[in-house]
């Protein structure tokens, strides 16, 4: 697949996905792992803007983002002047070996051409005790049930592709010498939109989310048109049609042997 999603163009209406779903899981997830290990310079890859970075502002830590979209950047240096960021491509970061004591990456992983590349520079960037975590979406999994799947041509086939699986990430930590491997689910989305509701929910919107995004504007509308099809058939008969949205995000995490 060679299309890639336009984050600049998305930039200013990104954040609108955590005023639908803060993740709280996720959130309490990384500050558990943060916090306890006493780190001092954290690195988020794949920042965006930097919405988790913005989790720590409060704290002691020296925070650095890494991202290619500078609209992404710029959305995260306008909301924290402080934040340390970089506009590098994720298996190509002009860091120092041994610079941090944490790395992670939240709902990106799927963006990176060379996840393994990016895994294996990992290593050597962390110091002896450093943390790494990925938090991502498993598509393939049977517990899911996402509205965007069922009405929008191809989304989930492109999401098979795009997203590594966390046995495929596993296996390229435990290739980059990573030691003692977790994963573990770390929340889980489960909403219920009724009737037409769904046409003001933002990931119905075409750049509310990257599966969206990466559409043909006409692909987008047969969605949207299938979408309102079956709000009508359901109204008709004098009944709501319900949206379901049913996903769990998975962490894998590990420590670097000191």
């Not at 909301?79 to 610079?99: E, R, T, V």
């Not at 592709?161 to 989305?189: D, G």
């Not at 990257?210 to 987008?220: F, I, R, V």
């Not at 047969?222 to 008969?237: Q, Y």
Request: hydrophobic share 35%; net charge neutral.
């Amino acid at each position: 697949m060679n299309k890639k999603v336009n984050y600049d163009e998305i930039s200013s209406v990104y954040n609108e996905r955590y005023k639908q779903s803060k993740l709280e899981g996720v959130e309490k997830f990384l500050k558990k792992l943060i916090r306890p290990s006493g780190s001092k310079n954290i690195l988020d890859v794949g920042c965006g803007t930097a919405y988790w970075l913005n989790l720590f502002a409060d704290s002691s830590f020296s925070l650095f983002g890494a991202d290619l979209s500078t609209g992404m950047l710029n959305v995260a240096k306008h909301c924290n002047s402080n934040l340390n960021l970089i506009n590098a491509n994720s298996s190509a970061l002009p860091i120092k070996k041994s610079s941090f004591d944490f790395i992670f990456v939240v709902n990106a992983i799927h963006l990176f051409n060379e996840y393994k590349t990016f895994i294996r520079d990992s290593y050597a960037l962390l110091k002896p005790g450093g943390i790494f975590c990925i938090v991502g979406l498993e598509p393939r999994e049977s517990e899911k049930d996402w509205f965007v799947y069922k009405y929008f041509e191809n989304t989930f086939e492109t999401d098979l592709k795009r997203y590594p699986t966390f046995s495929e990430l596993r296996t390229v930590m435990n290739s980059s010498e990573f030691k003692n491997i977790e994963i573990e689910t770390v929340h889980r989305i489960e909403t219920y939109s009724y009737g037409e509701n769904i046409l003001s929910d933002h990931f119905a919107q075409k750049n509310g989310g990257s599966q969206l995004a990466l559409l043909s504007d006409e692909d987008y509308k047969k969605g949207i048109s299938k979408i309102k099809i079956d709000i009508d058939k359901a109204s008709s008969k004098g009944e709501k049609i319900i949206f379901e949205t049913k996903l769990n995000f998975y962490a894998i995490t590990s420590i670097k042997p000191s």
